[in-house]
């Protein structure tokens, strides 16, 4: 089975490379300000002329208003854009037509009670992503916490879009998570970092091969 990989949260060259040439099919910026991760448009779009056709540049955003939206399309080659936040079905439809670039959203999991949010989204956006809900008052963040949720939620179920799991993934978890949830595509931010923000090239590499190695 192969996986495809999205590394989220770039935002120098080296880490970027790595993530190309060791096959990722997806690499992430972040649009968001109050993130270690958060990458300025314009190293973004410097960072973008370095992804090769064939691998999708997304930019991900929480309850992004259409000035920021436009200030980061207008400057860099998006493929897909991530709505990680609170975004309702009518805004995700109202952003994909204003920008006309097809929509991941973000579906954070704590309890089987939080997958029906996926059956609304579905009806609107073109890609779902199952992330962990952040902890109440714990994580400040909205995502990219490294936080892993029951995969468990997972196994079995079927969607009516093409759909990712992220949250707390790393290169030593990546086949168990993959084989409980039947995941085809996978997202991992903080499992490829030394530290808060800073994505290990090595880490990358090994993230990487564990799921060439599935
Ligand atoms: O990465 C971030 O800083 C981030 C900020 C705000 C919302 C989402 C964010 N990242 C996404 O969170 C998940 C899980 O990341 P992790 O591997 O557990 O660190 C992933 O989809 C990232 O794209």
């Given amino acids: 089975m192969s996986v495809a990989i999205k590394i989220c949260g770039l935002s120098e060259p080296e880490s970027l490379r790595a993530a190309v040439t060791g096959g990722a099919r997806y690499v992430g910026f972040v649009f968001y300000p109050p993130s270690p991760r958060s990458v300025a448009p314009a190293m973004a779009a410097e960072l973008a002329r370095l992804v090769p056709t064939g691998v999708r540049a997304v930019g991900l955003f929480v309850d992004p208003d259409d000035e920021l939206l436009e200030h980061v399309t207008g400057q860099v080659p998006l493929d897909l854009i991530q709505l990680h936040g609170r975004e309702e079905p009518r805004r995700i439809a109202a952003i994909k037509s204003r920008f006309a670039l097809p929509v991941m959203k973000a579906i954070k999991v704590g309890g ?4 029906a949010a996926a059956l609304e989204a579905a009806e609107v956006c073109d890609r779902l992503l199952f992330d962990a809900k952040p902890p109440p008052k714990v994580a400040a963040l909205p995502g990219g916490n490294g936080i892993a949720f029951d995969w468990t939620l997972l196994k079995g179920r079927t969607w009516p879009r093409p759909w990712m799991l992220s949250g707390g993934l790393t290169p030593d978890n990546l086949a168990d998570a993959v084989a409980t949830t ?19 090239p090595e880490l990358v590499r090994r993230f990487l091969q564990a ?4």
């Fill in 211 to 214: 799921a060439a190695g599935l």
């Fill in 182 to 200: 039947g995941a085809s595509e996978v997202d991992v931010s903080s499992g490829v970092e030394d530290r808060p923000g800073h994505k290990d």
């Fill in 112 to 115: 089987p009670e939080d997958l």
